[in-house]
């Protein structure tokens, strides 16, 4: 009976749908065919596919619709004990979440795929699980994960012959690729692509392809090739009338332009693309021609910088067409597009003297600024734990204040006494010794004014000493503080969770208890010495092994760190200050190695220096800072308040104990001064006796 309601199924949706359908503009049809299909279906397999299938048809149309679907095919898909098809409605839920830009929930739906497939032995919706995970990975700017499970997904589908799987996953490594900048490594990927497509007769996807290519060619400045390659897929689309990829095809070719400041060219191409994108349904499509209204905006401003005659006419329409683009990205709510049309806005009002709508721009522009930049997917219950620990660190410092406000109190009600017993003793001097004479008189009131006046000093010189001792601690809690909340950042803990979740998910049990171990040791570690002033350096460099390990499962076998403590230095004896070594580590791992190709390494070397005191040198082999800097200016979160806290935390250890202590940073270039890596020098003084 099952197999016949699936025949049937297949019948009517073959009567019913169009033989040349169109991707984007053919899902609507494809979906109002499903629909008049639903209700004739009992549940069953038959029925749970067809949920399946209209629930990825919404995604890129109406993802909510599509959710709804998809929570409809799970539900079935449980009641019928159908694992490969519940598989499918995860996936399914996965890609809708995705399309709503909420990647950590789409990663939770596709690693429950991915389980599933596992375990049925699934190729097929294993290679699409994996190929989900790649695309949030994606998404969460971590390409190094992303690559990884592109290829995954690449040998998965290679295995079953899927091609349009293959192609997939071949585009998007050559996309991750562009957004690492590594053009050379896009070309190479979109070929193999290309390659494919012809042997398998594709000829939109080989005009699409060679379009990429073009494109790729463009970020390599090679413009006249480019353009010849992008307009021979464009006049393929045009031709055969696939508006989504005519589309996009425009607005790339408007931006080789735009890359030779020919501003005409470009304007016109970004304005035919903005026409063709208003005809495709769909949220990416409707942010897409929001995104290029804001681009068309800023050209006008562009060409009113370059040409004085006509520069007013620019300027007018460069502020009507971003009023337009803004208008466009608030129905949209595409906040990206919003910060560059303000400032594009505030700019060109400025020119025009309107200061006053430019000055209130310009704060729409910081303040869409200022939230893409806080957008992070922080963790909320490691949040509410940062923030119950800062909560005791600052009651504690509260109490202490209190605590002091109130001896000064009784200090002051002590003098008071003080001056009212001086009179007494006078006036009973007066009265009982009325034949002294004055001169005695006047040296005894001299002498006990001379002990209160001392003893009114020594007692605010102590507490002026525990004024300042209190604001010292104080800051250096706040650093500490500082130190701990970047060893507990949200990117740290999602990364180090999510490879616990792979660990599960791919059945390495023992891998998963290892890690897991080490990381719950690290944070009760990193809790517990957030309260301690010094530990050891053994314990020191145990955390750092616990870390360094952590890390190590994202990098494999590239990553190599080599820790050297000096053979007679006693670690146990010697005391540092907690957390201190850390962000150097993990600035040199996330700042230098982690954008290096080929093998990483880091050294770190611990060592007594001439007997006055204690040497950390940490040396890696990466990019170098120049290098990170220019990569990290696309970061708009970008952060490094954990170096800065460390250097403060030692300026005023310095000051505390009249220690020594100082941080060097040293370039490293070979002979032909290019960066090779950066060292670190940690000069720390001697706590105690560390030689034996």
């Known amino acids: 009976m099952e197999n016949q309601n699936g025949l049937f199924v297949l019948i009517i949706i073959c009567i019913l749908l169009p033989f040349n359908l169109k991707a984007q503009e053919g899902r609507r049809e494809h979906i109002d065919s499903l629909l008049k299909v639903l209700p004739f279906l009992k549940e069953d397999t038959g029925r749970l596919q067809l949920l399946n299938d209209l629930?990825?048809?919404?995604?890129?149309?109406?993802?909510?619709?599509?959710?709804?679907?998809?929570?409809?095919?799970?539900?079935?898909?449980?009641?019928?004990?159908?694992?490969?098809?519940?598989?499918?409605?995860?996936?399914?839920?996965?890609?809708?979440?995705?399309?709503?830009?909420?990647?950590?929930?789409?990663?939770?739906?596709?690693?429950?795929?991915?389980?599933?497939?596992?375990?049925?032995?699934?190729?097929?919706?294993?290679?699409?699980?994996?190929?989900?995970?790649?695309t949030n990975y994606d998404a969460l700017y971590d390409y190094p994960k992303a690559l990884e499970y592109y290829h995954k997904a690449f040998t998965a589908?290679?295995?079953?012959?899927?091609?349009?799987?293959?192609?997939?996953?071949?585009?998007?490594?050559?996309?991750?690729?562009?957004?690492?900048?590594?053009?050379?490594?896009?070309?190479?990927?979109?070929?193999?692509?290309?390659?494919?497509?012809?042997?398998?007769?594709?000829?939109?996807?080989?005009?699409?392809v060679s379009g990429k290519i073009g494109y790729m060619h463009a970020k390599k400045e090679n413009y006249s090739l480019a353009l010849m390659m992008e307009g021979q897929s464009l006049q393929w689309f045009q031709s055969s009338g696939y508006n989504t990829n005519i589309a996009t095809t425009l607005s790339e070719i408007g931006e080789i332009y735009l890359l030779q400041k020919q501003f005409e060219n470009a304007l016109e191409y970004y304005q035919r693309s903005i026409a063709v994108s208003g005809k495709v349904q769909g949220n990416y499509f409707a942010r897409f021609k929001a995104k290029n209204m804001v681009i068309a905006g800023s050209i006008y401003l562009q060409m009113a910088h370059r040409s004085r005659d006509k520069r007013q006419l620019h300027l007018q329409k460069a502020v009507h067409s971003l009023?337009?683009?803004?208008?466009?990205?608030?129905?949209?709510?595409?906040?990206?597009?919003?910060?560059?049309?303000?400032?594009?806005?505030?700019?060109?009002?400025?020119?025009?003297?309107?200061?006053?709508?430019?000055?209130?721009?310009?704060?729409?522009?910081?303040?869409?600024?200022?939230?893409?930049?806080?957008?992070a997917n922080d963790k909320i219950a490691m949040q509410h734990e940062l923030e119950y620990i800062y909560s005791r660190q600052k009651d504690s410092l509260h109490y202490i204040t209190r605590l002091q406000q109130s001896e000064l109190h009784k200090l002051?009600?002590?003098?008071?006494?003080?001056?009212?017993?001086?009179?007494?003793?006078?006036?009973?001097?007066?009265?009982?010794?009325?034949?002294?004479?004055l001169a005695s008189l006047f040296f005894f009131f001299r002498y006990r004014t001379k002990q209160l006046l001392l003893k009114t000093e020594l007692i605010k010189e102590k507490t002026e000493k525990q004024l300042k001792q209190t604001e010292h601690q104080r800051r250096l809690n706040?650093?500490?503080?500082?130190?701990?909340?970047?060893?507990?950042?949200?990117?740290f803990i999602f990364n180090a969770l999510n490879t616990i979740q792979s660990y599960v998910y791919m059945n390495d049990k023992k891998s998963a208890a290892s890690y897991l171990g080490k990381f719950s040791e690290l944070m009760r570690k990193i809790l517990?010495?957030?309260?301690?002033?010094?530990?050891?350096?053994?314990?020191?460099?145990?955390?750092?092994?616990?870390?360094?390990?952590?890390?190590?499962?994202?990098?494999?076998?590239?990553?190599i760190v080599q820790i050297k403590v000096q053979e007679n230095l006693d670690t146990e004896a010697l005391v540092v200050p907690p957390m201190l070594i850390q962000p150097y580590v993990e600035n040199a791992i996330k700042h230098g190695l982690l954008h290096k190709p080929g093998e990483k390494k880091l050294d770190i070397t611990i060592s007594a220096r001439n007997g006055e005191g204690?040497?950390?040198?940490?040396?890696?082999?990466?990019?170098?800072?120049?290098?990170?800097?220019?990569?990290?200016?696309?970061?708009?979160?970008?952060?490094?308040?954990?170096?800065?806290?460390?250097?403060?935390?030692?300026?005023?250890?310095?000051?505390?104990?009249?220690?020594?202590a100082s941080v060097k940073i040293i370039d490293i270039k070979n002979a032909n001064d290019a960066p090779t890596g950066t060292k670190v020098i940690l000069l720390l003084p001697l706590m105690s006796q560390m030689i034996s």
């Not at 002051?412 to 009212?420: G, I, N, R, T």
């Not at 530990?535 to 076998?557: P, Q, V």
């Open 157 to 208: 589908f290679e295995k079953i012959q899927y091609v349009d799987g293959e192609l997939g996953c071949l585009a998007n490594i050559a996309g991750a690729y562009e957004m690492k900048k590594a053009y050379d490594s896009a070309i190479v990927y979109f070929q193999k692509s290309l390659d494919i497509c012809k042997k398998s007769s594709k000829p939109r996807d080989v005009a699409y």
């Open 614 to 660: 204690l040497e950390i040198a940490i040396e890696d082999n990466g990019i170098g800072r120049t290098k990170s800097m220019e990569l990290n200016k696309t970061k708009l979160n970008h952060h490094s308040f954990a170096t800065r806290a460390n250097e403060q935390r030692i300026h005023l250890l310095n000051d505390q104990f009249g220690k020594k």
């Open 528 to 559: 517990d010495n957030s309260s301690k002033q010094a530990i050891a350096l053994d314990e020191e460099i145990h955390l750092l092994r616990l870390y360094i390990d952590i890390e190590k499962a994202r990098f494999g076998d590239n990553l």
């Open 478 to 491: 706040d650093l500490t503080f500082s130190s701990l909340r970047s060893q507990m950042n949200p990117h």
């Open 412 to 437: 002051s009600q002590e003098q008071q006494l003080a001056s009212l017993q001086l009179k007494e003793h006078w006036l009973y001097s007066v009265v009982a010794f009325a034949f002294i004479s």
């Open 55 to 134: 629930a990825f048809s919404y995604f890129s149309i109406n993802p909510d619709s599509g959710l709804y679907r998809a929570n409809q095919a799970i539900t079935l898909a449980k009641k019928i004990s159908y694992p490969k098809g519940l598989a499918a409605a995860y996936r399914s839920a996965g890609a809708n979440y995705w399309e709503k830009n909420e990647f950590l929930r789409s990663q939770d739906f596709y690693w429950q795929s991915l389980k599933l497939t596992v375990q049925v032995n699934d190729t097929f919706g294993m290679a699409k699980s994996l190929h989900g995970i790649a």
């Open 323 to 375: 009023k337009t683009a803004i208008d466009t990205c608030l129905k949209e709510n595409e906040p990206g597009g919003l910060r560059d049309a303000y400032k594009a806005l505030s700019e060109a009002q400025a020119l025009q003297g309107d200061y006053a709508a430019s000055l209130g721009n310009y704060q729409q522009y910081i303040l869409y600024k200022d939230s893409l930049a806080n957008a």
